[in-house]
């Protein structure tokens, strides 16, 4: 992946947010079944679904169905990767595997966060005319203790009226302070995780 240090299209999740969002795994005491939840930008997202069919793969969603999520929070923990030369090839793989599934690659780089820790970050989008909306991923990934991970936040943005111009909307006005709190949300010991699928 070509590491630059700027930032040229970023943005996601219609949500209240700050950057300064403490972002933490937590038990949830009145999730179904104790269901972990994570907080991000002052929203909860419960565990909706774990499957490793491919890698062990968390998705969290707020409020919503699974099959049916307007946004969603994916964690998949890759102990393939273990080196940062294995994050930057598991990048590259990833950026190939959303070209030929026809997504356009918005960006494409290498950030850093405050504390100076490096990750990828991508911006693909999905068009989707038939549902008359974009389906946009902010990705990073990053290291954790012992191996990389991928964290993936979607985004369907729909408009029966004119879905393209309400994405091009949404990503003018959000691109900043997501770009940043993608960039500074710490991800927790995935082994902490259930691993039991559902």
Known sequence: MNRQTTLFATAFLGLAMTASAQNTFRSAANAAANAPTLTLFSNKYTLASYNQKYNPTWEFTSNEAINAWTSLVTLIDRADAKTVTDMD??????????????????????????????????????????????????????MGPKNAYIM????????????????????????????????????????TLPRREF
């Open 152 to 191: 993936l936040i979607g985004l369907r943005i729909r408009d029966p009226k004119d879905y393209k111009a309400r994405t091009k909307e949404f990503l003018e006005k959000r691109s900043g302070e997501v770009g940043e709190a993608l960039g500074e949300f710490v991800v927790a010991d995935l082994s």
């Open 89 to 142: 090839k598991l990048s590259e793989g990833l950026m190939s595997y959303y070209k030929k599934a026809n997504a356009v690659v918005l960006a494409a780089k290498t950030l850093k966060n405050k504390a100076g820790v490096s990750f990828n970050y991508m911006l693909v989008a999905f068009d989707e005319p038939a549902k008359q909306r974009f389906e946009l991923n902010f990705i990073k990934v990053g």
